[in-house]
């Protein structure tokens, strides 16, 4: 899919939008963002954007801004 035509409205990927993509529980979901902040060596205060995301778990980019409707 080509990239998104317009800027998303934020970058940081939430909880709750790992819960829609994934279908999995609050917990679930906030140890699969530590996985990637562990795994792009962040601390613990740092953000993980929805592309890091993207691209550790091998989703296109354009599909899941689609998918939380921020494009």
Known sequence: MPPPSKKPSRLDIYLQDVMIISGCSA?????????????????????VTIKEYCDYYGYDYSDILIQLNLI
């Open 27 to 47: 917990a679930t979901a906030s140890r699969k963002i530590k996985q990637v902040k562990d795994a792009l060596g962040k601390k613990e205060v740092q953000r």
